[in-house]
């Protein structure tokens, strides 16, 4: 079926990085999301990764996949205080346009 | 270039009671969603337009949930009658197109059933 698993939390210090895990099913999934959610906001795309890449980089964000795993992560390096909020992980099963997300992770970032 | 736009912002209303929710998506944006956001989850997939047409509305409860979009730019979602466990935040979201096209949600209507 499909699901998508996240650790519930994450505390880290003003500077840090911070490491947000994922693991989802569908072997299928041709893309793989990041969204962030502030309190009381809609979702923020953040970034994204195709199903052939093993990474990609976005200024602080670093995108990891292992596909035989069916894992993904989102680094933050050097992470600030606004970067405190919910993040949601994300896969799009088939070219259908649905996406099924965890439950996604709330990181505090304490100064 | 404008965001997705969602109104109301905030609703509450008694069980047994209806309400609608509207959304304008992005301009050109052919494919239009709806997803409902139950506090402490992720977002679960209510209904998929394409153009004025129903794409996937598998898990839409349709005994009580409809949507629609008319001239296949804005949309409405209604519940009639609301359940306590509709309590939920309802996001709009829009893409290009269904494929690999990048959604953009809108805000959300935060609804509170009592």
């Known amino acids: 079926g499909e699901d998508v698993e996240q650790s519930l939390f994450l505390s880290v210090r003003e500077g840090d990085s911070s490491v947000i895990n994922c693991t989802y099913t569908?072997?299928?999934?041709?893309?793989l999301y990041w969204y962030k959610q502030e309190p009381g906001a809609g979702l923020q795309l953040l970034t994204y990764?195709?199903?052939?890449?093993d990474m990609k980089q976005d200024q602080r964000l670093t995108v990891l996949l292992n596909k035989k795993d069916k894992h993904l992560s989102l680094r933050i390096a050097d992470t600030q205080t606004g970067d405190s909020a919910i993040y949601f992980c994300?896969?799009?099963?088939?070219?259908?346009?649905?996406?099924?997300f965890g439950q996604g992770t709330e990181l505090s970032v304490k100064p | 270039e404008a965001g997705v736009a969602q109104s109301p912002r905030y609703k509450i209303i008694e069980k047994r009671q209806s309400v609608a929710f509207w959304c304008n998506p992005i301009?050109?944006?052919?494919?239009l969603y709806w997803y409902q956001q139950i506090l402490g989850q992720g977002p679960k997939l209510l209904i998929q337009?394409?153009?004025?047409?129903?794409?996937?509305d598998s898990q839409l409860p349709k005994d009580r949930f409809s949507a629609e979009r008319l001239k296949g730019v804005d949309s409405t979602l209604k519940i009639q009658p609301a359940k306590l466990e509709d309590s939920a935040v309802y996001l709009c979201?829009?893409?290009?197109?269904?494929?690999?096209?990048?959604?953009?949600f809108g805000p959300g209507t935060r609804l509170t059933v009592l």
């Open positions: 979201a829009s893409s290009l197109g269904p494929g690999g096209d990048t959604q953009y």
């Open positions: 569908d072997s299928s999934s041709t893309y």
């Open positions: 990764i195709f199903s052939n890449m």
């Open positions: 994300a896969e799009r099963p088939n070219q259908g346009g649905k996406l099924i």
């Open positions: 301009s050109g944006h052919a494919t």
């Open positions: 337009f394409q153009n004025n047409g129903v794409v996937d």
